[in-house]
Every structure is written in structure tokens, then in C-alpha cells.
């Protein structure tokens, strides 16, 4: 154990020299008393008491038992026993020549010759603290990074060849001798003991150590070759030479290279000096002064958003920290959240994470005390009892009583959970300024995106200053607002990063190439900057050249330099507060003392002492005190640092364990966060564990609406079940899956999306493989409804009559109803009115009371109330203009009643906007549009928002702006386009009439031929005779010939009366009668109208039965 590492841990360097001239080393520390300390000149209470405690720490190692986890063990004088993964610079030395040698050279001189070789690399080596791995007769093998980590290890391995060359060209032998070198660098596995005695070595795994080998057999004599690896490393402390891409045996393709000439003038090595924080803002003066005049507008109620981006470690942090210093004396209230790379699917998280903070909820509160507490919290703004409990149930408090009961379907409990929230802000603005600030919003989860979109979106006229702070690959959906303001971090120039090195250091006078070379290697980051100077500062004595831990693995997003510094960090403070912070770095950014306590098996004294010096580090940050205290790493950088090091086996150890403590301490989180313990048992490797988990996730996410995540989880469990063996047990929880995956899917991409297709098609294959009929009735349901929407309406057919089949068979009553739904809906289409008719009646008969209340999710929508919207599209076409206003009226009775988004859209789509239309009622159509959006607002699905717009745009045309109202329908097809082709036939010829009334003769025709074209394509037949009248209507208009024209309108007549469709007959004979009015042929003209219109019985005050009785009094 290095004592004074121990020390400086500690902050306590001062006293190093007393302890060394004392022989205080690692047997003794632990037997110190306090009069010892005294003796040892530690004169202040706060420092004894400090090192007795540290010092008790160190009994309870040498006196607890095995850990569950030997992470780490102990060092031993060559370096550590177990693997790791590193970032070595492996160096492959040979000797030029040696085989010609041993050709003509007696075996005794050939040895002295070798062994003098030998003897020079290494003395380079050792010189610049290389680790020589092994001889290999004329070769030598050689780490940098291993088994002692150093930051510039790339350097030194240069350094080291250039002088081994150096030295061995100046050997006094009996021949001249020249060395080639090759250098990679790279991520490998190193520090497996291989053999035994003297025979063993130090292992090394990976691609790494080849290609350092296959450069030095392409190296001139006497030269060095590097890798691109190692290049990337060295910035311009060497001359080189570009020797371009090599072909290396091997190795697959071409791998650049370079060879490294001569030092270049570059200056310095880092020195050990005291470490030192920062304790103000540097070099973001303008960007200050900007956040503090949103401050101003704000406190005036003009609402201000301020979008701060820049990439990791930029500062964007540090400068919303400087606000609040500033604003410190200022009443005004502030509101923090903070978004966590380990729940970015967890619905709600940040905002679920600082109620509970401002509440001041402590883990072993009873619920009792939790709902006590939040009560308190809502006092201070007047919550409503009912946004009480909604608040109360989103932080996953039971109701005992003290609330109102609310019964709310999912969507609408997720709509007034947001108005809630909203409704918090707005009273905290009215009482005082309020400064917002959401960090780390990359790692969003979406429910949270929606919330925090809502607040943008409200506070424009509240007190409210909301900074939002995130990585360059968020893309903010709220640039453009007038009230939105962005800004950019930037990179500090060289001045302002010297000032943060002199702020660390505390004005220390560094070598300017140590400070040079900070500068250069930190990039102008304030957070690289000022690790990068503690770093340098903690390293040792004066005079020590620093020294600095391992490489990271590549895949985590931290630059090379940084993360060697935060790991020599680490590595100073000793292995068992390593191995806490590894164990933390698992858990996640945030962790408990009690779950580490439990994950590391260590005593209470030991974890205190490591977690002690990781405060004292500044590597954490500690809120409250064991065993109730939580931890955060400084940076999430810190944390995948920690993390990078540990092996596949130990990792997933660690989690399986940390999945067993969440289990055992917080089982709660089961049921509440069930994503949690899924990440982990999938890191951990138990994929059982993993996938229940995950499904559960998935579940729970969809009940909320919260459909993105929901998604997510699923596929995160699809994946991992799909790398198990083929079994009975595996499709069933594949089906499970796939189930459950269909519907956010669909909420996600459209209904008449290929992936929604993908995901039915393969739950009923599952059904028919394992005989489960019980599932299968929904599965086909399923893809009726995507083939359907997709425009597939003979498969559609299909798949309906495979649900009348399985309802005749089993006589359910569920079956029944679902199967009439759907072949009703695909009759409709088809244009088989009457039997569709007679399908969708047959739902009014069938009692839903006792059926399960969630067939509107498990069946898309409510059956009742859609099926309605479909009969009275269907009574309509039949001729029943106010029995089709009744149907309308009884399905919006069922959507009220269901609360469900996607019912909701389908009556007020096609029982409301679309039967409007057909009623020539274009008021109605905007209204009915209007009020969806309105009272669905984000929920509304997004084919409703698009056969929406369609239909807003046909009435807008009609009534109002015509070129509006045609790109409004343009928009909406393209969208529709993506989601959904339902009726697309309609929609393409209601434009095709908009764009002749606006004179665009050639794309009126185009878009008419393409109705045309879309019901041949999609099998929907239902608009036939519409689409044939309104082409006879548009050939008239741009002057082709009557006999064209009376082509279609006779084809429109056959049509219609074959479909026994009494209103699209109606049209058709409105058309050909003016057709032959036009001819002069007016009898003739009254005799086709006169039966047609005489059919009727009712609604003689909609739009065409008028227009058809003005036409007949004209004639008469």
C-alpha cells in the first residue's frame, strides 16, 4: 500500500514526509492511536479525527470477510494479478539481421550479442517506465499503460524506441547492430498470469499487439514505425514522416502509418503540485450576461426560454450555476430537473425526481408521511384536490382516502397529469419569479419531452425563466418561438483556459510546457481543462514526473486524455475506493448507500472510508449521511471512467447483483420502474429475468400512453428473447411480446405502417404454431385493422372473414362482436352496402357490459362506437341521410364513453368531419375537426390529424381561401401517405375538384386519374361512383367531348345501382340531367332524376337532395 497515495487521497499530503521519516507504512497505519497522530506532528482536531476514521476503515479491511465481489485485489510489486481492460501502447522491438548472424557467429558470441541488445531496450524502457512483457530471442515485447498507466504513454513508447536505437548502434561489438521498432496502440485485455516460475508473463489479448508486430517487420533499419492509434496521440511532439496506407499481413486493409523522425520542440512533462477547484465562471461573460437579461424580461411576466447546447464537459453546467449565484439574493423560486442517461425510457423521470426532492421525501418515509409530505407541497399553490391525485399517482402514491377517486382511462389520466403540471408552474410564477432549469435534456425520456413541451408552450405570459441544457445531438423543437432564445457554448480560447489552470492550481507556477500542453490537450473544454490540472496537480511530488491510470475502452464517449486523468484519479485513492466507484458506476449516475452496501458486501467502515475519499476527491458528491446518504458522480464522464475498466464477467456480475438488491430493498421499483431491473439483468446477462422485465416495462408504459417508451422496452425484450434456444416457452413469450408491441406501434408510425404490419402478421403465426385460439381472435383483428389502413382491402376481407370463422366456432360473444366490426368495415369498403349494413347492425345487438373495458386497447378502438361511425358512412351511401346522423349520434355516445384517443378520432374522422362533407355541411367539417385537435391535443392519433387536414382543407377550399384549402389537402395526403391510404381514393378526387375550380386543369386531371388509379391499386370500391361522376364533371369543365363525359356519368349510374348506393345514384343523376339539360333534352333529363329523387324519404334538407329538387323545378 503506497501511504502517501493514502494521504493525499485524504487531502492530508501535508503530513506525507512525517510519515514517511517515521516508518509509518502499511502495517503500522492501521495500529495508529491518536496520541500516535499527535506525535507524528497532525496538531489540528479536524485532521486526527479525519485520519482516525480513515484509519478505522483500514481494520475493517484486514478484519472483514471475503466480498461477495473481488473486483479489484491487491496489488502486488509487478502490477495487478486479475485482468483488465486497458488502452496499452504495445512496442515490438527486433534486431536487424540476427538470423544472418546466428549463421556465422560462434552461439556464445551470438548470445553476448543479444544480451547486450537486450539489455539496451530495456534500459530505454525502464527509463521512460515501460513494462518489458517478454523476450523473444531477437525480440522484445513491450507495454506502455500496463502494468502503471501513464497519460502520455503513447509519447514514452516513441521516446523509448528512438533511444533503444539510439543505444544499440552504439553497442561496442564485434559487428554493427541496428533495431527496428513498431508502436500501436489500442484496447486490449492484459494481466491474465500465463505459465508459472520463470516461465510467466503477463497475457495480452487483442488486435493490438499484431499489428505493433506486423509494423516493425515493414520498418527500415534503425527507424520507428506507429500506428494512426498512436499517431492521434503524440499531436506534434514529433517530427513524422506520412508513410501513407500499408498493406500488413494479417491484418485487413490498408493501415496508415508514420514513422516518428526526431523529437520536436514541443516542451515539457507534467509535475505534481496541490490540487485546487474552481470556484468561479471563466470566459462566459457574454453568455452570462445573456441568460441574466432573459432573467430581467422574465421577472416582468414575459416568459423567456433559453436553449444552452454545446458538446460534453463544455460547460453548460457550470454557467447555469453562475445564474443561480447570481440570482441567490433575488426572491425568486427555482425549479431544477435532471434528465439521467439510465432512464431514458423511464416515463417522467426528471420531473418525478424533483417533486420528490422538493417534497423532501426520505427512502424509509411510510407512504403515509410521503402523501403528508407532497401534501404540504401542494399547499403552497393551491392544488386542486383532483391535480393532487393525479400528482400523488404519478409519483406512485396509493390514495387513502384523502383524495378524490378518479376513473380515467390511460389517455386521459396522462392529458390532465400534463395540465397539472402545467398548472403548478403558473401558480409558482404568481407568487414569485421562477427560475426553470432542466438539464441534460439528450437523455429525455419522451413523456418528459412532452411535459417540458407543454411548459414551453405556456409560459409566454408567465414570470418564468426555463434554461434548457443539452448535447449537440438534440434537436430542440422549439427554436423559432419569438420568446426562445439559443445559445451556443463555444470553446474557450487559449487566455481563458490559462485562467482556469491558474484558478485550479491556486496561481502555482507551472513549467509553461506542463501548462502548454494542458491547454493543447484540453481543447479549449473548461471541464477537461480543469480535470486535466487537478490531475497534473495531484500527481506527486515536485520534481515527480506525473503519473496517470489506464486507458479507457473506446466505446465510451470520453476523450483519451480526460478519462486517463479521471482514472489516475481513481487509481491514487487506492483499490478499494476504485472498486466503489466501479460498483457505483454500475449502479448508475445516482446511487444509495444501502444498495451499495448490499452490492459490495463490504463492511459498514470500509465503504465509508472509500466513499470518504471519493467526496474528498471531488469525484462524487454526497447528499445526507449513511446508512440513509445518496451519491452522484461529479460527471457522467467520471462514471463511465469508473465503469470502462471492469471486464465483461465482474460487470455482469455487478449487475446481476445490483438487480438482486433492487429486488430484495426496493421492491417497489418492480412495479413502479420495472425498465430499471430490466437494463440490469440484461447487462448482468440473464436474459429470463431480463425479458420479464422488459415486457412488464412495456406494459406499464402503454397503460400510461407513454407509446415511445413502451416500444422501446418491448423491442429491448423482442431482442434479448430472440437470442434464446427455439422452445414452446419462447414463442409464447414471443407472442406475449408481439401482442403488446402492436399497439404503441401503431400509436407511434400509423396503423398502416409495414412495421405494425410485421408485428400482427408474426403474433399470428405464433397463435396458429402453439394452438392458442385465445390470442388469436386479436392478432387477426390486428392485421385486419393494417390491412385495412395500409389500403390492402382484399386481405383486409380476408382476415375479417377468418374472425367470423373462429366466432362461429367458439360462439364467444367477444368473437362475435369484433368479427361483425370487422367484415363490416370491409364490406364498407368494398362498397357492398347492404352488407355491410346488415354486419355493423348486428353490433348494436351485442351487449358489451360484461365484456372486458379494455377492448378499445386491445382491438384499436372501441367497437361499438367506431362500428357506428362505419354505419353511418354506410347509411348515408344507402340513402339515409338523418338515420346516418342518428348512427353518428350513438357513436359519439360510445367514444365518450370509452376515453380513448384512437376511438375518439375515428368518430369524430369519419362520423363527424367526413359525414359532414358528404351532408354538404362544411361548417360542421371544420368544427368537427377543430374539436378533436382541441380536445385530444398531442394524443391525437396521427391518421386522424392528417384525414383531418384533408378534410379542414376541403372545406376551407370550398368556403373560404381556395388556394389554402388545396394545399391544405396536399399537405395532408402526403402525410397520410406515411400512416394511413383509408379512403385515399375520396380525398385525391375532392382535390382533383378544388384544383379545377382554381383553373389547374393539367393536375386536376392528374389527381382524378390517380383516384382512379388508387381504387384499382387498393381494392376500395366504396368511392366508385363518386370518383367516375366527378371525372365526367371535370372533362366537361375542361372541354372534352359530351360523349367522354356521358361516358362516365352512365358508368357512375351502373355502378351506384349495382351498389344499391342511393346518394352517389343521386349525384350521378344530377350530373347526366344537366348534362341532358345542356343537350336540351329536359324531359329526358326529369325522367332519370325523377325516380331517383322519388326514393327517398328523408333528408330533404341536406345538400344534394336540395340541389336535386332546384334541378327539377328548373326542368319543369
Known amino acids: ?149 501513464h497519460e502520455d504513454d503513447a509519447e514514452r513508447a516513441v521516446r523509448a524506441a528512438l533511444d533503444a536505437i539510439a543505444a544499440v548502434g552504439t553497442l561496442n561489438s564485434s559487428v554493427p547492430l541496428q533495431t527496428r521498432v513498431g508502436i500501436a496502440t489500442g484496447l486490449v485485455v492484459v494481466g491474465d498470469l500465463i505459465g508459472s516460475g520463470e516461465a510467466q508473463e503477463r497475457g495480452i489479448i487483442g488486435e493490438t499487439p499484431n499489428l505493433a508486430a506486423r509494423l516493425q517487420a515493414i520498418a527500415d533499419p534503425n527507424t520507428v514505425v506507429i500506428a494512426e492509434s498512436t499517431r492521434r496521440l503524440l499531436g506534434d511532439l514529433f517530427e513524422l514522416k506520412d508513410l501513407g496506407p500499408q498493406e500488413l499481413k494479417g491484418i485487413p486493409g490498408r493501415i496508415r502509418a508514420w514513422a516518428p523522425l526526431r523529437p520536436s520542440a514541443v516542451e515539457g512533462r507534467f509535475e505534481a503540485l496541490h490540487a485546487g477547484g474552481l470556484t468561479e465562471l471563466i470566459g462566459r461573460q457574454e453568455e452570462l450576461d445573456v441568460l441574466l437579461r432573459r432573467w430581467s424580461k422574465a421577472k416582468t411576466g414575459r416568459g423567456q426560454v433559453v436553449l444552452l447546447s454545446g458538446e460534453p464537459g463544455i460547460g453548460k453546467s457550470r454557467l447555469t450555476a453562475a445564474v443561480v449565484e447570481r440570482l441567490a439574493s433575488e426572491p425568486h423560486t427555482r425549479l431544477g430537473y435532471f434528465c439521467s442517461p439510465q432512464h431514458t425510457d423511464s416515463a417522467l423521470y426528471p420531473i418525478i425526481s424533483q417533486m420528490e426532492r422538493a417534497a423532501g421525501f426520505a427512502h424509509d418515509d411510510p407512504e403515509q408521511a410521503k402523501l403528508d409530505k407532497i401534501d404540504t407541497l401542494l399547499a403552497q399553490t393551491f392544488t386542486s384536490r383532483q391535480d393532487a391525485a393525479l400528482l400523488g399517482e404519478m409519483l406512485s402514491l396509493p390514495n387513502d382516502g384523502r383524495y378524490p377517486s378518479l376513473e380515467l382511462a390511460a389517455p386521459q389520466r396522462r392529458q390532465k397529469t400534463f395540465e397539472a403540471l402545467t398548472a403548478q408552474l403558473e401558480a409558482l410564477s404568481k407568487s414569485s419569479p421562477v427560475l426553470m432549469i432542466f438539464e441534460d435534456v439528450h437523455w429525455i425520456d419522451p413523456t418528459s419531452l412532452e ?86 496537480m495531484e500527481a506527486g511530488d515536485e520534481g515527480a514526473e506525473r ?127 420495472p425498465e430499471l431491473l430490466a437494463h440490469h439483468f440484461t447487462n448482468a446477462g440473464q436474459a429470463e429475468s431480463a425479458i420479464a422485465y422488459w415486457l412488464k416495462a412495456g406494459r406499464r408504459a402503454a397503460e400510461r400512453s407513454a407509446d415511445a417508451e413502451a416500444a422501446r422496452h418491448l423491442r429491448r425484450g423482442l431482442e434479448m428473447l430472440m437470442t434464446l434456444p427455439d422452445s414452446t416457452e419462447k414463442d409464447r413469450q414471443e407472442l406475449d411480446f408481439q401482442l403488446a408491441l402492436g399497439a404503441p406501434l401503431a400509436a407511434q408510425h400509423g396503423y398502416g405502417n409495414p412495421i405494425v404490419g410485421a408485428a400482427r402478421d408474426r403474433a399470428i403465426a405464433l397463435c396458429e ?98 362500428g357506428l361511425a362505419y354505419l353511418a358512412l354506410t347509411l348515408w351511401a344507402l340513402g339515409y341521410p338523418d338515420q346516418a346522423v342518428a348512427a353518428r349520434q350513438k357513436a359519439n355516445k360510445h367514444a365518450l364513453d370509452a376515453n380513448h384517443a384512437n376511438t375518439s378520432g375515428i368518430v369524430g374522422i369519419y362520423a363527424g368531419a367526413q359525414l359532414s362533407e358528404l351532408l354538404g355541411r362544411m361548417d360542421d367539417v371544420k368544427s368537427y375537426v377543430e374539436t378533436l385537435n382541441a380536445r385530444l391535443e398531442s394524443r391525437v392519433p396521427l391518421w386522424a390529424l392528417s384525414c383531418g387536414q384533408m378534410l379542414r382543407g376541403w372545406a376551407i377550399g370550398c368556403t373560404e381561401r381556395l388556394e389554402d384549402g388545396i394545399a391544405m389537402m396536399k399537405q395532408g395526403i402526403h402525410a397520410a401517405e ?66 367522354e363525359a356521358d361516358a362516365s356519368f352512365v358508368q357512375a349510374l351502373e355502378v351506384a345501382h349495382k351498389q344499391r348506393a342511393k346518394s352517389f345514384e343521386l349525384r350521378a343523376a344530377m350530373s347526366m340531367a344537366r348534362l341532358l339539360r345542356d343537350q336540351g333534352k329536359c324531359d329526358e333529363a326529369r325522367e332519370l332524376l325523377v325516380p331517383v329523387y322519388g326514393w327517398f324519404t328523408e333528408g330533404f334538407d341536406t345538400w344534394d337532395l336540395k340541389q336535386a329538387k332546384a334541378l327539377l323545378d328548373e326542368l319543369a
Open 1 to 149: 500500500m503506497d501511504v502517501g497515495g493514502w494521504l493525499r487521497g485524504l487531502g492530508l499530503e501535508q503530513y506525507e514526509a512525517a510519515f514517511r521519516d517515521n516508518q509509518i507504512d502499511q502495517t503500522v497505519l492501521p495500529t495508529l492511536t491518536s496520541e500516535d497522530l499527535k506525535d507524528l506532528g497532525v496538531g489540528l482536531v479536524g485532521h486526527r479525527r479525519k485520519l482516525l476514521n480513515a484509519i478505522a476503515g483500514l481494520r475493517a479491511v484486514a478484519e472483514a470477510p471475503t466480498p461477495i465481489f473481488d473486483l479489484q485485489r491487491t496489488w502486488n510489486k509487478a502490477g495487478q494479478d486479475t485482468a483488465e481492460r486497458r488502452q496499452v501502447t504495445v512496442m515490438f522491438s527486433d534486431l536487424v539481421g540476427s538470423t544472418a548472424l546466428s549463421a556465422r557467429m560462434d552461439p556464445e558470441d551470438l548470445r553476448e550479442i543479444i544480451s547486450a541488445y537486450q539489455t539496451c531496450v530495456a534500459g530505454a524502457v525502464r527509463r521512460f517506465e515501460g513494462f518489458v512483457a517478454k523476450y523473444m530471442g531477437d525480440g522484445v515485447l513491450i507495454y506502455f499503460g500496463y502494468p502503471q498507466a
Open 451 to 536: 411535459a417540458l413541451s407543454r411548459a414551453v408552450d405556456c409560459l409566454a405570459n408567465l414570470g418564468v425563466l426555463l434554461i434548457i441544457t443539452y448535447r449537440p445531438e438534440f434537436n430542440p423543437p422549439w427554436i423559432g418561438k419569438p420568446y426562445v432564445t439559443a445559445v451556443h457554448l463555444n470553446r474557450l480560447d487559449e487566455d481563458d483556459s490559462k485562467a482556469i489552470i491558474d484558478r485550479v492550481s491556486g496561481n502555482a507556477l507551472l513549467p509553461a510546457g506542463i501548462r502548454q500542453d494542458i491547454i493543447e490537450r484540453t481543447d479549449g473544454i473548461p471541464l477537461f481543462v480543469e480535470e486535466m490540472t487537478k490531475s497534473v
Open 547 to 673: 503519473s496517470a491510470a489506464s486507458y479507457p475502452s473506446p466505446s465510451v464517449a470520453v476523450p483519451p486524455s480526460l478519462h486517463a486523468s479521471l482514472m489516475a484519479r481513481l487509481d491514487r485513492l487506492g483499490a478499494l475506493a476504485k472498486e466503489v466507484a466501479q460498483i457505483g458506476a454500475a449502479i448508475g449516475r445516482e446511487f444509495s448507500y444501502e444498495l451499495l452496501l448490499f452490492v459490495a458486501g463490504r463492511s459498514s467502515a470500509e465503504l465509508n472510508g472509500a466513499l470518504d475519499q471519493l467526496a474528498f476527491a471531488e469525484l462524487i458528491f454526497q447528499r445526507g449521511l449513511p446508512p440513509d446518504a445518496e451519491y452522484a458522480f461529479k460527471h457522467a464522464l467520471v462514471q463511465d471512467a469508473a465503469y470502462s475498466t471492469l471486464l465483461r464477467a465482474p460487470r455482469q456480475k455487478l449487475h446481476a447483483r445490483i438487480a438482486e438488491g433492487l429486488e430484495q430493498l426496493f421492491p417497489e421499483r418492480a412495479s413502479v420502474g
Open 769 to 866: 404454431k402453439l394452438g392458442d385460439t385465445q390470442h388469436l381472435l386479436p392478432s387477426l383483428y390486428g392485421q385486419y385493422a393494417y390491412c385495412i389502413a395500409s389500403g390492402k382491402i382484399p386481405k383486409a376481407l380476408e382476415y375479417s372473414e377468418r374472425c367470423q370463422s373462429l366466432a362461429a366456432r367458439t360462439g364467444d360473444r367477444e368473437a362475435r362482436l369484433i368479427a361483425h366490426r370487422a367484415m363490416g368495415a370491409s364490406l364498407l369498403e368494398t362498397g357492398e352496402f347492404e352488407a355491410a349494413r346488415a354486419q355493423l347492425e348486428q353490433i348494436l345487438a351485442i351487449d358489451k357490459t360484461e365484456l372486458d373495458q379494455s377492448l378499445s386497447v386491445i382491438y384499436v378502438a372501441d367497437p361499438h362506437a367506431s
Open 978 to 1043: 406515411q400512416q394511413v391510404r383509408f379512403h385515399s381514393p375520396h380525398y385525391h378526387s375532392l382535390l382533383a375538384i378544388l384544383e379545377a375550380r382554381a383553373g389547374a386543369i393539367q393536375d386536376s386531371l392528374s389527381t382524378i386519374r390517380k383516384a382512379k388509379e388508387l381504387m384499382a391499386e387498393t381494392g376500395e370500391f366504396l368511392w366508385h361512383a363518386d370518383v367516375l361522376r366527378i371525372e365526367g364533371e371535370l372533362r366537361l369543365l375542361f372541354g372534352a367531348s359530351t360523349k
